[in-house]
């Protein structure tokens, strides 16, 4: 990463609200599910920006929420200087040519009913690519580069197993060859094997065509791997923004350095202890006060359980939302509270 | 001796094209003893979740079982009705899907659908089952429970699906359990506590596991013997330790090597050249050879199983001088 780079896609203060019904006729909102709750980020061209976080903190949420699939509850997404909220339908649907996204179910989000190869194909077909010949070398070039054979393109998709619907969803993401894809863990189906023939091929894609990714991944080795800049979230929010190598050597959130302490040691013999997060998981609807995560957190002070603390850049390039690192959360340390 | 809960004997299952059978699973043979977990890995693709929606009678339309069987304690599932499928399925044997989509019904709540598996198997009021399911979900680490219980798939994140599914599954202490990529949404600190719980229930109950995964990391943590399938085949059986240090079959060598090391920086990873064969298109011999850096003119035969003096056994003529022949296949 230089400093030269441009801002591709900027997210501000996004928010995604879900109401959760009730009452008799199931018709009354009670309350709101908080799945994405104030996240802002840039991401820089040709970059790839990780989102990591446990189970349900939003991150499809997110990443669906950017493309527009989702309208958001509030704040502004940024794609090259044009706020995407103030496009009209038809704007949106020439700027999706230019993002595309890999969804996390390969099976919920293929159409059953469409042979694979016109799957694959149907984005050149959206977006005018009219010529025949051309749509066919394409299909043919991407269905190489992810490993499915010609043959297997006249199937349909049941006819798959998991990990080849998932190279089914990126060859299609592919295709039209877009300046960002949003990557909603593209490789968690896929073995370890084909898993690296995947991030190899994105990669080279990348530097081929200047792509820039949004990897959402749970997998932390293969973050690590794979991205420059990383986001941590916790329900809802970005609770940490480092450039990689920042974040593995040195997380500063108690819970950046939980999810870390977890990676797996791929030996039997070195099974490592893991920090197992005491307390229950809270609930998006009716998140905790002050600092989301105080009630699970090691380093708890009184000031975490009133006050919500914002992101702030502490270092270089390492942004990071929680007390230890504020002028409230240093003198609570400082008036003597244990930490 | 261990008692052995499941036995597969030389398992065929395939599609009919044409009137011709293909094979997609060509005549695997493998068994597991009680309170054992086994681990399948192999290449995506190579037939590891139709072998496992075979041991549960639940292949998908156009595929099924050409040949061999399957024995549960002292059951042979040839003679299986539709009835005792039912009265079997998530008690003597049960099954967390790849796919939570595709197995968790649209148009029932997440509640109706773990207490529909209660009270097919349990005596116990509606009242009662809905306890069990709001327990379970708690179990598996949902948050917010009593709202999720009466909320639909579509509502839930990825990995809460697959979670629901893994409460199922669980709910009526299976004593064998089938776990398909059981953790592949999850992150790490959820598919730890996951794992916690299978191996709480285990250890309980004495449960039985077949846990298929990609996830090395999984397989080092929770196995204790290990099959490694290549295209419909076994190359490879080894306990776990014995995998890791000393992977045999060259493509499990090759899957080893492929693992992402954190602690190392690495513009690319190595991966195993080429992809799977598709079934019908298999190639003569070993099938393996296509891709294999080792493979010489013997490889134009079909390799049997081969023991090696560790006690692992590997479908690759590499081995043949080492030790005897055991299973001619
Ligand atoms: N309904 C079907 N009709 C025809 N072929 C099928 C069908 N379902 C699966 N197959 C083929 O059978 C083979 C084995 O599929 P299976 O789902 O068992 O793979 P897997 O080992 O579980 O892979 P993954 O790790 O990707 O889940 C694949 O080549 C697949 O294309
Ligand atoms: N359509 C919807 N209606 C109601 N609630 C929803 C909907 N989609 C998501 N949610 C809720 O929003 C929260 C965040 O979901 P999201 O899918 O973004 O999580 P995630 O971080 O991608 O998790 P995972 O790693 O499990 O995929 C969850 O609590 C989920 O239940
Ligand atoms: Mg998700
Ligand atoms: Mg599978």
Known sequence: ?339 | MVQRVLEVDKLKVGIKDDGEKIAIVNGISFYLHKGETLGIVGESGCGKSMTSLSLMGLLPPGVERHDGDVRLGDLHFKDFSKKDWRKIRGKKISMIFQEPMSSLNPVYTIGEQIMEMVLSHEKVSKKAARARALEMLKLVGIPRPEHVLDEYPYQLSGGMRQRVMIAIALSCNPEVLIADEPTTALDVTIQAQILELMKDIQNQLDMSIVLITHDLGVVAEMCDRVIVMYAGEIVEESLVVELFDNPKHPYTRGLIASLPDVDEQKEYLSSIPGVVPAPGNMPAGCRFAPRCTLAHERCNETPPLFETESGSQVKCWLFEEKKSEVVAT
């Open chain 1, 1 to 339: 990463m230089t400093e030269e780079q441009n801002v591709l896609l900027k997210v501000e203060n996004l928010k995604k609200h879900f109401p959760v019904k009730g009452g008799i006729f199931g018709n009354k909102t009670l309350q709101h599910v908080k799945a994405v709750d104030g996240v802002s980020f840039e991401v820089m061209e040709g970059e790839t920006f990780g989102i990591v976080g446990e189970s349900g903190c939003g991150k499809s949420t997110t990443g669906r929420t950017i493309l527009r699939l989702l309208e958001p509850t509030e704040g502004n997404i940024y794609f090259q200087g044009r706020n995407l909220a103030e496009l009209n339908n038809s704007e949106m649907r020439t700027l999706r040519k230019d993002i595309q996204i890999v969804f996390q179910d390969p099976f919920a989000s293929l159409n059953p009913r469409m042979r694979v190869r016109d799957i694959i194909e149907e984005p050149l077909i959206n977006f005018g690519v009219a010529d025949r010949k051309e749509r066919e070398r394409r299909l043919l070039e991407v269905a190489d580069q992810v490993g499915l054979t010609p043959a297997q393109l006249t199937r349909f998709p049941h006819e798959f197993s998991g990990g080849q619907r998932q190279r089914i969803g990126i060859a299609r993401a592919l295709i039209s060859k877009p300046k960002l894809i949003i990557a909603d863990e593209p490789v968690s189906a896929l073995d370890v094997s084909i898993q690296s023939q995947v991030l190899n091929l994105m990669r080279d894609l990348q530097k081929e065509l200047g792509l820039t990714y949004i990897f959402i991944s749970h997998d932390l080795s293969v973050v690590k791997h794979f991205c420059d800049r990383i986001g941590v979230m916790y329900l809802g929010k970005m609770v940490e923004i480092a450039e990689k190598n920042r974040l593995y050597d040195k997380p500063m959130h108690p819970y950046a350095e939980a999810l870390l302490s977890a990676l797996p040691s791929p030996h039997p013999l070195k099974k490592k202890k893991r920090i197992i997060l005491k307390g229950d998981v809270p609930s998006p609807s009716n998140p905790p006060s002050g600092c989301t995560f105080h009630p699970r957190c090691a380093s708890c002070m009184d000031v975490c359980t009133t006050d919500q603390p914002t992101l702030q850049a502490v270092e270089d390039q390492h942004a990071v939302s929680c007390h230890l690192y504020t002028e409230a959360g240093k003198k609570s340390v400082a008036a003597g509270e244990p930490v």
